[in-house]
């Protein structure tokens, strides 16, 4: 769901592209773990806010707190983070840019992966035996912005070579203005996933980490009534969906499954957006498959990056392992009766009414 990242030394190939501004807008992006040095900035997490936060409506789910900013909820843990975010003008956006964006559990690692590997091809070929995804975790590579924010280490970013690639849960209202602004030039890539089964991905993953005796029932309501975390779903898909709809060039609007269907088509279109086509030399040499291969999902899992530990994100801890459970599409119905799987279609089908998007 989330991570800090960047716990531990500057990996030093990482280290010197950093040192090379023209080198990493050729070849970067660079790993976040690789480029930054956590650890030497201490967590300073933002003592602003708090009036603001205080103030905001408050529900517990499986009693943890969470509070509703701006029409979506959020931790209790991450709301200063958040809103000084969404409100500090800490993130100062660079040309190049790229965030990733999604609702948890709808392929987010995936595509981190994904993006990393494309962008970084040049400097990091994927058949590379030392390729970042070979000894990070995916999320080591592409920070997840609301965390740094609630830790207080956002100045890190500052350290990362361009282009940076960040990744986020918030929606799109919640990202910082120069962010989600119409003429902001970083690119955003969304991925969506059928609701259904983002639940039951969600509920095993709590489970398994943090919450070992959340209902599925617990779980499905939250989803139902909007009141999971970064909900109501329907509003954090909508608005990059319109946001997409409105310029294909800056929002790119990914559906989890048909990259499971067709990984290279995705990857390519990926790359066209972020303006790093593959050449056909590239297509003649099978780097879409080489990339493909490397970000599946048993290729990731069996990474000495991802084989054993686990992230930290801010009072939660996250096994490695549990990012990478089945990765299929319908697995809701090993859990879900039919009864249930309609009623929440129904209601994303009546929430995304009249939008053009069906999930
Ligand atoms: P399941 O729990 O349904 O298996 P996120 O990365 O946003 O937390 O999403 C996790 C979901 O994506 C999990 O779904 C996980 O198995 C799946 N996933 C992770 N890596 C994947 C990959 N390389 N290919 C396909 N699915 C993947």
Redesign the pocket.
């Known amino acids: 769901?989330a991570n800090t990242a960047g716990l531990g030394e500057p990996h030093a190939a990482g280290a010197a592209a950093a040192r090379d501004g023209q080198v990493q807008v050729q070849q970067g992006p660079v790993a976040f773990k690789d480029a930054v040095d956590a650890d030497a900035v201490p967590a300073r997490p933002p003592t602003a806010h708090g009036d603001v936060v205080s103030a905001l409506p408050v529900r517990l789910y499986h009693g943890q707190p969470m509070r509703r900013y701006q029409g979506f909820w959020v931790f209790d843990s991450w709301a200063r983070g958040v809103v000084a975010m969404h409100r500090g003008g800490g993130l100062v956006p660079r040309a190049g840019d790229v965030v990733l964006a999604?609702?948890?559990?709808?392929?987010?690692?995936?595509?981190?992966?994904l993006a990393f590997a494309a962008m970084a091809r040049r400097a990091c070929p994927p058949a590379s035996p030392d390729h970042p995804l070979r000894r990070l975790n995916p999320h080591d590579c592409v920070p997840l912005l609301e965390t740094l924010f609630t830790v207080g280490r956002d100045t890190l970013l500052d350290q990362l070579p361009s282009p940076r690639i960040m990744s986020t849960h918030m929606p799109l209202s919640l990202l910082p203005a120069t962010v989600a602004g119409g003429n902001s030039s970083t690119k955003i890539i969304y991925?969506c996933?059928d609701q259904k089964?983002?639940l039951?991905?969600t509920w095993?993953?709590r489970r398994r980490n943090d919450l070992p005796d959340l209902s599925l029932q617990e779980a499905y309501d939250a989803v139902c009534d909007g009141t999971c975390f970064a909900g109501p779903v329907w509003d954090h898909i909508l608005e990059y969906w319109a946001a997409s709809s409105a310029d294909p060039s800056r929002v790119l609007f990914l559906r989890?499954e048909q990259?499971?269907r067709d990984?290279a088509s995705a990857l390519r279109r990926l790359a066209r957006f972020v303006g790093r086509p593959f050449s056909e030399a590239e297509e003649e040499g099978g780097v879409v498959g080489e990339i493909v291969g490397l970000?599946?999902?048993d290729?990731?899992?069996g990474q000495r990056g991802n084989a054993g530990g686990a992230m930290q994100a801010t009072l939660m801890e996250f096994s490695h392992e549990s990012?990478?459970?089945?990765?299929?599409a319908g697995?809701w119905r090993n859990h879900l009766s039919a009864e249930m799987g309609e009623r929440l279609d129904s209601i994303m089908r009546e929430k995304l009414a009249g939008s053009g998007l069906t999930l």
């Open positions: 769901m999604s609702l948890p559990k709808s392929g987010t690692t995936w595509l981190c992966a991925i996933r089964d983002r039951i991905s095993h993953f989890y990259v499971l990984p970000c599946s999902l290729s990731l899992r990012l990478f459970r089945k990765g299929v697995d």
